[in-house]
């Protein structure tokens, strides 16, 4: 038979019921596996399939990996039940959920997204041959767009770039942005000056609001002519 070994608190996770759960956990320790089964948990009911609840589940994951490996492990457990019970009926219900877990909404979110959008794409107004930019494509429009933006600022005299780029040098402060940007963490410039070195802490200027929003704003024109 198809067996998991659980902890207690796993096993919480899987059982809990009309209530939001929240699981934290490091790296390889079986975040995948307790959404695979709470998954399964909703697929059956006394031991036996529930094939109508393929299409009122939805499973979201960080990695396509971890996509790949839930999918695996709910075929695998279908595959075993089909195959571990002598009941003609039981076998043929666990087959037809078997067969339909192509069906199945396992997927990283922007995969989902992604699905969602192509299902409406008048409402969302959107072409519906769309496709996801691949992490290689994003790197370099991301590089393209921080480039004009740096420019820009430069050639405009931007106080605050311009002090970066003088401590730190165009090539340091431009990786530190691109970092900043690749981690999608919001680190705001007076992060950068207060580490700019001992005795060279800067106050940070009185319209920073302002300066942040402008250039965000300047990130995202020069994203978007990137993209166009």
Avoid at 9 to 22: G, I, K, N, P, Y
Avoid at 35 to 52: I, N
Avoid at 77 to 106: M, V
Avoid at 141 to 150: C, G, S, V
């Amino acid at each position: 038979m198809f067996t998991v070994n659980l902890t207690d608190e796993q096993r919480r996770a899987v059982q809990c019921r009309r209530a939001s759960v929240v699981l934290s956990a490091g790296a390889g320790c079986g975040k995948t596996l307790v959404l695979t089964e709470r998954f399964l948990s909703h697929l059956t009911s006394r031991g036996k399939p529930r094939p109508e609840m393929l299409s009122r589940l939805v499973a979201i994951t960080f990695t396509q990996r971890a996509a790949r490996e839930m999918r695996d492990r709910i075929r695998k457990h279908c595959l075993q039940r089909a195959r571990g019970t002598q009941d003609p009926q039981l076998r043929q219900q666990w087959q037809q959920l078997l067969h339909q877990l192509h069906t199945a909404r396992i997927s990283t979110i922007d995969s989902f997204c992604a699905s969602l959008l192509r299902t409406w794409p008048v409402e969302a107004q959107l072409d519906p041959q769309f496709r996801v930019l691949d992490e290689h494509e994003a790197l370099m429009l991301q590089t393209l767009a921080l480039d004009e933006m740096f420019q820009e600022l430069l050639a405009q005299g931007d106080e605050t770039l311009l002090y970066l780029v003088r401590r730190w040098g165009i090539g340091r402060t431009r990786t530190c942005v691109a970092q900043v940007l690749k981690q999608a963490i919001y680190v705001p410039w007076e992060f950068l000056l207060e580490r700019s070195g001992p005795g060279q802490q800067r106050p940070c200027p009185e319209d920073f609001p302002s300066h942040l929003a402008s250039a965000a704003d300047q990130l995202n024109k020069h994203w978007n002519q990137a993209l166009e």
